[in-house]
C-alpha cells in the first residue's frame, strides 16, 4: 500500500462514521445513490463536510450524475474543510478521481489544509519536498517535523505511529542532502510555527 493512501483511506471511514450529516445513514444503510443525492443537497447549500463526503462517497463508488470526486474535494476545501483539502491534494498529487496530476496543485492544497495544522497535509506536503517534486527541502523538512510534533499527541493511533515512524524515510532522504545550517533552518521554523499555533 502506498504511504499517502495509508493517509487517504481511513479518512473516509472516519468522516462517515464520526460525524452526523443528511446522506450518512444512506451510506451506512448500502445505499451509495441516496447518500450522493443527500450530499449533493447540502453541498450546494454550502455545507462543507457534505462537499466532502460527496467527494471521498464518489472516489471509491462513482457516479455518473455528480461529476468527478475530485471536483466535490475543491468544493469541500473551498468552503473550509480541511480533510476536503488534504483529499484534493491527494486527488491532484496521484491524479486521481478525475483530476489531472499536478504537484503545484497538490501542494496548494495540501498546504491549505496543513497551514491549519491537519497532521496528514503536513506529512504528505513534507513528502513532496522529499520526493524532490518541489525544491525547497528547509520548507519540506519543517512540514515532516510539524506532522510529527503532531502525532505526538495520538501516537497510541495507528496513523500517529507511522508518521512518527516515517516509513518512507522522508526525514532522513531529506537531511543526508542538507547541510548542518538548513536542518537548523527547518527546526527553528518548525519549532516557531509551533509556538505560534
Not at 53 to 74: I, N
Not at 107 to 132: D, H, I, V
Not at 145 to 172: F, K, Y
Request: hydrophobic residues 35%; contains cysteine; proline residues 4%.
Amino acid at each position: 500500500m502506498r504511504p499517502s493512501t495509508l493517509l487517504f483511506a481511513p479518512l473516509l471511514l472516519c468522516i462517515v462514521a464520526c460525524s452526523s450529516t443528511p446522506g450518512d445513514a444512506a451510506f451506512r444503510s448500502g445505499h451509495p445513490d441516496a447518500a450522493a443525492k443527500l450530499y449533493r443537497q447540502g453541498a450546494e447549500r454550502g455545507d462543507a463536510e457534505a462537499a466532502a463526503k460527496l467527494g471521498l462517497l464518489l472516489s471509491k463508488t462513482p457516479q455518473k450524475d455528480y461529476g468527478e470526486a475530485s471536483e466535490w474535494h475543491v468544493k469541500a476545501c473551498d468552503l473550509g474543510s480541511l480533510s476536503g483539502c488534504h483529499s484534493a491534494g491527494y486527488a491532484y498529487e496521484y491524479g486521481k478521481s478525475g483530476a489531472t496530476q499536478s504537484y503545484n496543485e497538490a501542494e496548494r492544497l495540501y498546504r491549505k489544509a496543513a497551514e491549519r495544522g491537519f497532521m496528514q497535509s503536513q506529512y504528505n506536503l513534507g513528502s513532496l519536498y522529499a520526493n524532490r517534486y518541489l525544491s525547497d527541502d528547509v520548507e519540506g523538512l519543517k512540514w515532516l517535523l510539524l506532522a510529527q510534533t503532531s502525532a505526538r499527541s495520538c501516537s497510541s493511533h495507528e496513523l500517529c505511529q507511522w508518521i512518527l515512524n516515517d516509513p518512507p524515510q522522508h526525514i532522513q532522504h531529506l537531511k543526508q542532502r542538507m547541510s548542518t545550517q538548513q536542518i537548523q533552518m527547518a527546526e527553528s521554523q518548525a519549532n516557531q510555527w509551533v509556538r505560534v499555533k
